[in-house]
């Protein structure tokens, strides 16, 4: 078990049963507090939606990156230098996070 093989972390990784479990109740619980708050009128904290946006611009960032390179179209960090491809996790995290957040 070492590091570089990646063999230390596999018994933390979700079953792919277990990763759409956890998609599925992410998008459900989602889409119907967003449901809910749109007949009800109001969003629980509407300041949190700039997390949301702060991580739509660092993804924003990592694609022009991707662009400058003549890649116009790409999926993943694997056409992506080390630094960009943070950004582009990080700013999918961060709108999730903000998403989460505004809703809830």
Known sequence: MTMWNNKAFTENEFSPFGKAVVIILLVVSTVYI???NIIKGS?????AFTICLLGFLLF???KVSQFSKRAL???GTSHLTENTANFYSIGYWLMAVGLILTFF
């Not at 969003?43 to 300041?47: D, K």
């Open 34 to 36: 967003s449901i809910h």
């Open 43 to 47: 969003v629980a904290n509407p300041y």
């Open 60 to 62: 924003l960032i990592s």
């Open 73 to 75: 179209v790409g999926f």
